[in-house]
């Protein structure tokens, strides 16, 4: 009967079901090591609406950690253990993931978008338990507690962006007017408080308030024919490759590109914005980014393309995948120092001891490391949560993106001094 | 008032492409009564397809098309067939949920076959942006309007003069009357459903060679229920009409009110006038109204 | 409602109440103690999970009185959820209120507003009105994105620790024992709303409107008011997962948790006080699952599989897992769980 075949798939379900979450019931007793190695938590959003950054980031990270354990021979002569998860750009799996990282003993964990960590970094904050994020956003470590920042946030691509624009291509008198295009979501929104903070010092008029777009825009259009009428000498667009594009479009329809200059945010500045726009779409755009692009001849890249090649072929040339990759590679090195400086046995605890010792012993002890070339070297400076504040502007020629000024340091913006700084 | 002219162009273009999907929708609900919340992923996954045709198979472009129709139709007969059949007769509640289940699935089976999840269509249409007036408008939004128009319009006589659409409004007057005419019920609903993926998957063409294959296409999926809504569930003339009727709002609300509200007021147009619609005429401009008094 | 064979009733409280053996009285004590004292063998991760489910509990309870009792279909939740969490999140950190006061609070602002867009509810049924609460909870997350000075906008908002009088919820365990009181007191709210006029009111308009209206069961009130309580329990569900994440985003409200809500409570059940319990639970628990084991197991044993298999996987098996569900059991966890009841009260006569 129809009946009791299904009461047999459901009792074969649930005893799947049993078997598999059997490992957890391991999970339950106190956190015991049985071979000497070293936890690390990482998730990626690698499915969801973030999938196009998650997905090769999470690449990014496996491929990373294998390179680490095979040939470096993990952190300090112990090998990683790396726990990936995918959070889908979900913030209540982010609280859950942060808490079983917690519970099966993580040394640390990081994140790759800005929006997983302010999910987790309460809950990590108030158990110190020490974080990192690929892409930051300025309320993750203003003021600074657990978490820090890997790159600099996009407050941060707007100064150096206005500084370079400032200097190298306003050559009117009194203050250029600048518009601002934001995603709306943190990432575009801290381009905005990083604007709102300096634009004064740094003499510039600010078109306010400053438009805003979604991920899914098909066209903008009428935002761009307002900023039009407004008459700006540059346009800034924090957001990420498809909603850039479309404006990049839009502008070129409307004729207001070329004439102005275009900057764009880290978070768009990738070949898959060329893909997107088109190569004669996106020419003569200037963009920030963090860490260098993969013509560029540094000896971190050759072992980044060698692994990409061979695991994942298509996440060549993605930006994300660099980025994760760095943030491994700063991993290991944060563990090594560990291992080093608070010993092993401090770790091996997986509690609140080994995770000072990882902030105090490790993180904060951070000075000019090198991740082969890939990015600004990576230093901790006591009250500022950023370990690497370096930044390089490139310029879109010819269907690709070209280097136009190195490794530039991004002032420490404190802002929580300011009254508008959400908290 | 060179805006004026610009924002009018452009609303109408972005709510063609609404109305577009808005068909598909229309066309299940008006053989079948399922709501299908699966539309978005639908338009992603042919999408999907065409860029895996066009770009990864390196089809030309007369060999691609009728692919991709063949893949839609199947791809809505095996939904219909496999998830909407057993469910016949339940109650609306669990249809709704099967097509939500059918969404998350196709989701996941994107970024399988596809992980890079964004990527760009090969240019259909020439590029060159058209000036009325003052206004511009890319050529991209004008094949859009013209092919929507064409869609329509032979779906419309389709419905009207072929006999297996005859059946299908039908269907949706009367399933029981239908049955005892002899014309099988279950046919009909599989027909709907592959008409139905066939706009979404056109639909999907025309919106991606605009802005590149995204997860974004699920959430213009969404706005295109606002059309749905203001034009009558079951009507294609209401969704070709409310269809540039949004744009226009979504357009016209965003470049003047913004300024004077919030930024982003253009994203929130579209829910704000489904509310309306429904506390004033809740079955929309074309739709059939259905009278329940004591 | 079956029973055991031999129960007898003499007076018509016996007859109405929820226990009525000393088993179903044994097992229900039994419950409660098992409950409170996971928090002696869990570890944290676990407790968190636990933690996770009693909130959507309270939330999916909420939607399933306005959606499973009174048929007014709702895929709007998260949006309500939302409402109470930022008017606890608010409360609590802006004006420094205790947060005792922001529950209360956040549980009437979101019924309140849950009132506000009910209103339609009246004059459309079905799918027109899960359209209008699909707006609404793109309103409600827009306001809030964008009412920056009291909301902190895009960026977000920080949540102080809930505590009562002085003692600070801070460990999970601790937690733990709030929410679960919490969930236990709704989850009862539930069950004994069902056995009132008001609950049987619902079930009359979800069974037929129309005629419920000719019998004299205002259609306005009462529709109304399984809004007001579907939301009030939504409102009280974020004020608690506003405290328990410690910083509230509008990113935690997007439309697939409305979605998700909605399939929780048709696969545990709709319009049983059981079904939310098991819908939340399996779906809560398959989530973990998915995410925490399958997932990294699939990406790292087989790296030789193309790289979208394991990250296409997990939405592939839960949607999969919905359609079956329903294509198998439309009615449920629950309806299944009452054949399986009856059926082995009967044995060996079940059939």
């Known amino acids: 009967m129809k009946n009791k075949r299904f009461l047999i798939v459901v009792t074969v379900i649930c005893l799947v079901l049993i078997v598999t979450a059997l490992p957890f019931a391991s999970a339950c007793t106190p956190k015991a090591k049985p071979g000497q190695e070293l936890k690390v938590g990482m998730m990626t959003p690698s499915t969801g609406p973030a999938a196009e950054k998650g997905a090769p980031g999470g690449h990014g990270v496996i491929d990373a950690m294998e390179y680490i354990n095979k040939e470096l021979g993990g952190a300090g002569g112990y090998p990683i253990k790396l726990l990936w998860r995918d959070s889908g750009y979900d913030a209540a799996k982010v609280a859950t993931i942060v808490k079983n990282f917690m519970a099966e003993g993580c040394l640390m ?26 892409y930051t956003s300025a309320v993750i470590y203003r003021p600074p507690q657990h978490i820090y920042g890997q790159m600099p946030d996009y407050g941060d691509d707007w100064a150096f962006f206005a500084t370079y624009y400032m200097k190298n291509i306003w050559k009117g008198s009194g203050k250029p007017k600048m518009a601002l295009h934001l995603l709306n979501n943190s990432t575009g929104y801290g381009a905005r408080d990083g604007a709102r903070a300096l634009a004064d010092k740094l003499g510039i008029e600010l078109i306010w308030p400053p438009e805003e777009h979604t991920t899914t825009t098909i066209s903008e259009m009428e935002s761009l024919t307002r900023i039009k009428t407004k008459n700006p000498d540059v346009l800034f667009i924090s957001s990420t490759p498809a909603p850039t594009a479309v404006i990049l479009k839009n502008a070129r329809d ?68 660099l980025s994760t990759w760095s943030t491994s590679l700063i991993v290991a090195e944060i563990l090594k120092l560990a291992v080093k400086n ?13 995770w000072r010792a990882i902030e105090t012993q490790a993180i904060q002890k951070l000075k000019d490391f090198d991740v082969g070339g890939l990015h600004g070297p990576v230093s901790y400076t006591p009250g500022d949560n950023r370990l690497d504040k370096y930044l390089r502007l490139y310029k879109i020629s010819g269907g690709k993106i070209n280097l136009l000024v190195d490794w530039t340091e991004a002032p420490l913006i404190k802002y929580e001094e300011f009254p508008w700084f959400g908290k | 008032m060179a805006e004026l002219v610009q924002y009018l162009i452009t609303g109408i273009a972005v709510g063609m492409v609404y109305a577009l999907i808005a068909l598909g929708f229309a066309l299940i609900w008006k053989s079948s009564s399922v709501a299908n919340l699966a539309l978005g992923q639908l338009v992603l996954l042919s999408s999907w397809f065409t860029y895996g045709m066009l770009v990864q198979a390196r089809f030309p472009l007369w060999l691609s098309f009728p692919l991709v129709i063949l893949f839609a139709m199947f791809l809505g007969w095996t939904i219909e067939r496999v998830a909407l059949r057993p469910l016949i007769a339940q109650p609306i509640l669990s249809l709704i949920t099967v097509t939500l289940g059918i969404a998350y699935f196709i989701e996941g089976l994107v970024s399988f076959i596809w992980p890079w999840s964004v990527d760009a269509l090969p240019r259909l249409f020439p590029t060159e942006p058209i000036h009325i007036g003052t206004a511009v408008v890319s050529q991209e939004y004008i094949w859009v309007v013209g092919i929507s128009l064409v869609v329509f319009g032979l779906l419309s006589l389709f419905f009207r003069y072929h006999k297996m659409g005859i059946a299908m409004r039908a269907t949706a007057d009367d399933q029981l009357a239908v049955q005892a005419c ?3 019920v279950t046919t009909i609903f599989s027909r709907s459903w592959m008409f139905a993926c066939i706009v979404a998957a056109i639909g999907g063409i025309l919106i991606s060679s605009i802005g590149g294959i995204t997860y974004g296409l699920v959430e213009t999926g969404l706005k295109a229920f606002s059309v749905v809504i203001l034009g009558g569930l079951d009507s294609f003339l209401g969704c070709i009409i409310a269809g540039p009727i949004i744009g226009l709002c979504e357009s016209l609300g965003g470049g003047f009110l913004t300024p004077f509200l919030w930024a982003g007021v253009k994203d929130i147009i579209p829910f704000v006038i489904i509310i309306i619609v429904m506390v004033i005429k809740p079955y929309g401009l074309f739709g059939e109204v259905r009278i329940e008094r004591i | 409602m079956s029973l055991p064979c031999g129960t007898r009733d003499y007076t018509y409280d016996t007859d109405m109440a929820i226990l009525r053996t000393k088993t179903q009285w044994g097992l229900f004590i039994g419950l409660l103690v098992f409950l409170f004292t996971l928090p002696l063998y869990l570890g944290n991760y676990w407790l968190g999970v636990a933690n996770l489910i009693g909130i959507t509990l309270i939330a999916a309870t909420g939607l399933n009185i306005l959606t499973g009792y009174c048929g007014q279909l709702s895929i709007g939740h998260a949006g309500f959820i939302a409402v109470g969490a930022y008017t606890s999140a608010i409360l609590t950190n802006r004006l420094g209120l205790p947060f005792l006061a922001g529950l209360v609070c956040a549980g009437l602002t979101a019924g309140v507003i849950g009132l506000i867009f009910g209103i339609p509810s009246v004059r459309v049924k079905g799918f027109y009105l899960a359209i209008t609460t699909i707006a609404a909870q793109f309103i409600i997350i827009w306001v809030i994105n964008h009412w920056s000075a009291l909301t902190g906008g895009f960026v977000g908002i920080k949540v102080p620790y809930a505590s009562i009088g002085g003692f600070a919820f801070i460990s999970e365990g601790s937690q733990f024992y709030l929410i679960m009181t919490i969930t236990v007191l709704c989850t009862l709210l539930a069950k004994n709303l069902a056995r009132t006029r008001v609950g049987r009111a619902f079930i009359a308009i979800r069974d037929n409107d129309l005629a419920a209206e000719v019998m004299g069961i205002s259609l306005f009130y009462y529709k109304l008011l399984a809004f007001f309580i579907g939301c009030f329990l939504a409102g009280i569900a974020g004020s608690l997962l506003a405290h328990w994440v410690g910083f509230m985003n509008a990113e935690h409200f997007r439309l697939t948790e409305s979605i998700l809500y909605v399939g929780m409570i048709i696969i545990g059940g709709l319009g049983t006080t059981l079904g939310p319990i098991l819908g939340v639970i399996f779906i809560r628990l398959l989530q973990q699952i998915l995410t925490v084991q399958v997932g990294p197991f699939l990406e790292s044993t087989f790296t030789a599989l193309p790289s979208g298999f394991a990250t296409g996987i997990a939405p592939m098996l839960f949607g999969l897992v919905i359609v079956l569900f329903l294509i198998f059991e439309p009615r449920g966890f629950a309806h299944r769980w009452t054949l399986f009841k009856a059926a082995y009260r009967l044995w060996p006569f079940s059939y």
Do not use: Q
């Open chain 1, 109 to 134: 964990f990081t994140t790759h978008a800005s929006a997983e960590m302010t999910a987790g970094m309460e809950i990590a904050n108030r158990a110190e338990f020490p974080g990192m994020a690929t």
């Open chain 1, 254 to 321: 409307l004729g207001i590109y070329p004439g102005i200059t275009i900057g764009c945010a880290h978070a768009s500045f990738t070949k898959a914005l060329i893909d997107l726009a088109g190569a004669n779409v996106a020419e003569g755009v200037y963009g920030v980014f963090p860490t260098v692009s993969w013509d560029d001849n540094v000896p971190g890249i050759a072992k980044a393309a060698e692994y990409c090649k061979k695991n994942n072929p298509k996440d060549y040339g993605n930006m994300d995948y």
């Open chain 1, 342 to 354: 608070a010993g092993y046995d401090v770790l091996a605890k997986g509690n609140v001891e080994s």
């Open chain 2, 182 to 184: 002899g014309i099988p």
